[in-house]
């Protein structure tokens, strides 16, 4: 009988003593925290804005870390392949993902199935930053503001073709958006990405599009393109002078394309604090915001929470301008 309670005793000490250690072991890990070399997934080519932003702020991430962080560029499926590699992987805070609207707004609203969920999944780390879109026109459309555009398509209705970089995409439902918003009714040319879309707006084919600042830049300022307004709220640092769409007339309209970092949902508290604290510090540096800028991207942090509720609002918004679009969900 005293052997056995004695073995009882020594077990029960063994299982203690495992569990205290194993929990010492975890806070050790998150104190040490990192030891090695991080994997920063994009879940997109090589060149856009998601990887541009990635490559930036993890070169100065890695730095402040102490460790380099190694950019994996995962493309396909819209940024469902990517994403859903990140949300496997093992939840130690050694693989972080270049989230965006894509990724945590607008794919939820577009497929039933998606490989991924985008709260459940992932726990977010900080908003990286932010780029407006810009509503340009052909120099043939009679229009040289957006409220001289809203009074020309509404006199002329289905007679504006706009084009986008596919169905789904910002670009399409920012100008859905529009179209509710504003009471107009233009046409819809879907293509196989922005190039072509640039190619045929220059050409005078289609009358207009809206798309990334920093892609229409260049034709913006030789007069190629008239920029009628810019989807944020507050004005673009690269076009000063080309007014919101809310100061043209249409208040709440808003599209912001961003970027931010999320990390798989079980990643311990302690490592996203440390994670957010670095990031929130580079990207309020000024050598990062500049260098930023120069690609037509805002620095912004946030706290985990904040981006938390940004990301369920941003899901919840591109549902409703999805179903209103008659865009259906793929499975």
Do not use: C
Request: proline share 8%.
């Amino acid at each position: 009988m005293r052997t056995a309670i004695l073995a009882f005793a020594v077990l029960s000490s063994l299982i203690s003593f495992g569990a205290h250690g194993q929990g010492a072991a975890k806070t050790a890990s998150a104190q040490d925290y990192p030891i090695r070399a991080l994997r920063a997934i994009v879940p997109s080519v090589p060149g856009g804005g998601t990887d541009i932003s990635a490559r930036i702020v993890t070169v100065a991430l890695g730095e402040a870390l102490g460790k380099q962080i190694v950019v994996d560029n995962r493309p396909g499926g819209g940024g469902t392949l990517g994403v859903a590699i990140a949300a496997r992987a093992l939840p130690d805070g050694y693989t972080v993902l270049m989230g965006s609207i894509a990724t945590h707004g607008i794919n939820p609203a577009l497929f039933k199935n998606l490989p991924y969920h985008p709260i459940r999944d992932f726990a977010p780390v900080s908003m990286i930053g932010t780029t407006p879109n810009v509503l340009v026109v052909h120099p043939s459309v009679p229009a040289a503001t957006m409220r001289e555009f809203i009074a020309y398509a509404k006199a002329n209705p289905g007679k504006i073709l706009y084009g986008s970089s596919g169905v789904g995409g910002s670009p399409h439902l920012a100008m859905e958006l529009l179209k509710t918003m504003a009471g107009i009714d233009m046409l819809h040319v879907p293509y196989k990405g922005s190039g072509a879309v640039l190619t045929e707006l220059l050409s005078g084919q289609i009358q207009t599009t809206s798309s990334s600042v920093t892609g229409q830049l260049p034709y913006i300022k030789s007069g190629k393109l008239r920029a009628l307004a810019v989807t944020t709220t507050k004005r673009s640092a690269q076009l000063p002078d080309v007014p919101t769409v809310i100061e043209s007339g249409i208040p709440g309209y808003e599209v912001t394309i961003w970027y931010a970092m999320f990390v798989p949902a079980a990643v311990p508290k302690p490592i996203i604090a440390r994670l957010n604290a670095e990031l929130v510090k580079v990207l309020n540096g000024p050598e990062l915001k500049t260098r930023l800028a120069q690609t037509g991207i805002d620095a912004a942090s946030s706290t985990p929470e904040e981006l938390a509720a940004f990301a369920k609002a941003e899901v919840a918004k591109w549902t409703k301008v999805a179903k209103i679009a008659g865009v259906h969900p793929e499975s």
